[in-house]
């Protein structure tokens, strides 16, 4: 009687276990399988990490190089601003020289026009100017003729 009731106990043993063993293939089953399905995930993120690295070096590379067109854009730019500077200093120095030259011709003919500029006859005008043509300074002008400073002269030059 005991072989019957151990035979009914290994079979059913047996039974469990080869239940156990199919939910250990089961298990098994499904661990390889989401092993390979986190396999292949980290695959693709791999992928995406290296795209996205390739992608920011080429925009890094854009970059770089719009970076350097600016910089030479700037270094033309201030080497014509520096030009045009220089030139602008030079014209205002000219423009000072020809104002000042403009104020003493005007004083020199509101003199030669002026009321108080005594009439003389020709021998004492001779006399006046020496052998260049010029006025000699010490016999032409009348001493009752003031001489005047003008601001705008000291304006013009801080220009």
């Known amino acids: 009687m005991a072989s019957p009731g151990g035979a009914c106990s290994s079979g059913s043993s047996s039974l469990q276990n080869s239940g156990s063993e199919g939910d250990r293939d089961m298990v ?20 995406r990490k290296q795209q996205h690295l390739e992608g920011l070096s080429a925009q890094l590379d854009e970059l770089k190089k719009e970076n350097n067109e600016m910089n030479r854009n700037i270094g033309m730019t201030t080497q014509v601003y520096l030009k045009v500077e220089a030139e ?15 104020n003493s011709l005007n004083e020199i003919i509101g003199f030669i026009n002026s009321t108080n500029y005594l009439v003389l006859d020709e021998a004492q005008e001779t006399q006046m100017f020496n052998d ?21 002269n000291d304006i013009l030059m801080m220009y």
């Open 88 to 102: 602008n200093a030079i014209l205002r120095a000219q423009m000072a020289e020809l104002s000042n030259r403009l």
């Open 132 to 152: 260049c043509g010029f006025m000699d300074a010490w016999t032409g002008i009348p001493f009752n003729q003031q001489i005047m400073a003008s601001a705008d």
């Open 28 to 47: 098994d089953q499904r661990k390889r399988k989401r092993m390979q399905s986190n396999r292949e995930s980290a695959r693709r993120s791999r992928m």
